[in-house]
């Protein structure tokens, strides 16, 4: 069992920088933090929930989609549990729910569907 808390969403100017963090609580003796990996994917209203970036066992291990490279970056501290995602120039069309999202299986996975653990999700409004 592992529990998700995203943080550092917002209300935010277009050109802003922010960084949201995933805290994760691992609920299992059979695996650690270290032995998950994670996902950002968001939800903006009236759409689907999509996919924005993944991270497996460190920092050189990551996969972005195409509309989030160049300006998102996915990052894991494995000594506090957490990950996170840093977005740069932010953009009105980037206003959603951003949700953090986990498996126990080491890889870069980039479909809901994969994924076991969700969080609650943080909303990140940008203005114009």
């Known amino acids: 069992q592992v529990q998700l808390v995203e943080s550092g969403g917002g209300l935010v100017q277009a050109g802003s920088s922010p960084r949201l963090s995933c805290s994760a609580s691992?609920?299992?003796?059979?695996?650690?933090?270290?032995?998950?990996?994670f996902g950002w994917f968001r939800q903006a209203p009236g759409k689907e929930r999509e996919f924005v970036a993944a991270?497996?066992?460190?920092?050189?291990?990551?996969y972005y989609a195409d509309s989030m490279k160049g300006r998102f970056t996915i990052s894991r501290d494995n000594t506090i549990n957490t990950v996170y995602l840093q977005m740069n120039n932010l953009k009105p069309e980037d206003t959603a729910v951003y949700y953090c999202?986990?498996?126990?299986?080491?890889?870069?996975?980039?479909?809901?569907?994969?994924?076991?653990?969700w969080g609650q999700g943080t909303q990140v409004t940008v203005s114009s």
């Open positions: 999202a986990a498996n126990n299986r080491l890889g870069l996975w980039f479909r809901t569907s994969e994924y076991d653990y």
């Open positions: 991270i497996g066992w460190n920092d050189a291990n990551v």
């Open positions: 691992v609920y299992t003796s059979l695996h650690t933090f270290s032995d998950h990996a």
